[in-house]
């Protein structure tokens, strides 16, 4: 059923990834300075090209539905606010760092566009559906020229450091990999009472449970380095559970975002622990590659379980505006 409250969503979602464009072009306009790899800058350069093209793309499917795009809001408000919340602390200031983020925003991107294709099939609108695809495929060709990089962005980041250093840097990987699990954690116990549909909110609570775990491996990890977790850092990536509840609750379209959110930071921890995995490598410490392998593994089905909830998302999206509208 088309109504009017499916079309504005649609409408709302195009202005939505205007302003994830928008912010991917600032974030690439430096990303080549920071890439200290030719190969990775390579990417960022013609990724940057190729997203000039999306915005366009974009904003001729805003004007062609009846939107004037001079009067498209700045970024706070919308979508990209998923990555401001999340990412926002965590300063790109490393090879490694830049890569981890700019890996799970093309999957945030890979994510939007694949919730709009399916939000645009509802409505009707075929040139939406192809515009989306069209660029939910390039967006998955860049994550996986960064997937690609992860040994040149690895060796970028260790070239300075002397072997002795190349520990203390495990350490930090794995500090860095704890915060991250304390923020994981955060998203995975608020998620099922925020999902709005069981299947996302059984994938959430099966992934708290595996997350625990995880962030206990890291923990002995650390402790076999004679170091611990950084509480500054855990404390200073979390969210908190009012900004969450406040950026995902009580919106009638919060199963599409959060699952669009979640699958971008899965694919945030899938980079922080390939990277991990070499430096661990390096410093021939198998154990802790070892535990990173192992929760590569885990990270990479619990994307693949949230992506495979995004027809239920839509459908509850979508569900609630008609009966709202009815
Ligand atoms: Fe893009
Ligand atoms: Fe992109
Ligand atoms: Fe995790």
Do not use: C
Request: aromatic share 6%; net charge negative; glycine share 6%.
């Amino acid at each position: 059923m088309r109504t009017r409250s499916v079309e504005d969503q649609l409408t709302k979602y195009l202005t939505d990834v205007h302003s994830i464009e928008r912010q991917a072009l600032a974030q690439l306009e430096v990303a080549p300075d920071v890439a200290g790899d030719a190969q990775l800058a390579a990417a960022f350069r013609d990724h940057l090209e190729e997203t000039r093209e999306q915005e366009r793309l974009v904003r001729d499917q805003l004007s062609r539905r009846g939107t004037d795009p001079s009067t498209l809001k700045d970024l706070a408000g919308t979508v990209g606010g998923w990555a401001m919340i999340a990412f926002a602390r965590l300063n790109p200031d490393t090879p490694g760092k830049l890569t981890t983020l700019a890996y799970s925003y093309e999957n945030m991107e890979l994510s939007a566009y694949e919730l709009l294709a399916r939000v645009a099939a509802r409505a009707g609108d075929d040139a939406v559906v192809e515009t989306a695809r069209r660029i939910a495929g390039q967006e998955a060709a860049m994550a996986a020229r960064l997937s690609d990089s992860f040994d040149g962005a690895v060796e970028a980041s260790l070239r300075e450091k002397q072997a002795g250093d190349i520990r203390s840097e495990l350490v930090s990987y794995l500090r860095d990999a704890h915060a991250i699990e304390a923020q994981a954690l955060q998203l995975l116990e608020a998620g099922p009472a925020l999902a709005g549909f069981e299947e996302l909110a059984q994938a959430f609570r099966d992934h708290l449970e595996e997350t625990r775990e995880q962030q206990a491996l890291v923990a002995e990890r650390l402790q076999a380095h004679d170091s611990k977790p950084s509480r500054l850092q855990d404390a200073g990536l979390r969210i908190g559970a009012l900004n969450l509840g406040a950026f995902f609750g009580a919106q009638p379209d919060t199963p599409i975002k959060l699952s669009g959110f979640a699958f971008a930071f899965e694919h945030l921890e899938i980079a922080a622990y390939e990277l991990l995995r070499r430096v661990a490598e390096r410093a021939q410490d198998s154990a802790s590659a070892a535990v990173a392998e192992r929760i590569i593994g885990e990270e990479r089905r619990a994307a693949q379980r949230i992506a495979a909830t995004w027809d239920g998302a839509v459908e509850t999206v979508l569900g609630r505006l008609t009966a709202a509208a009815a």
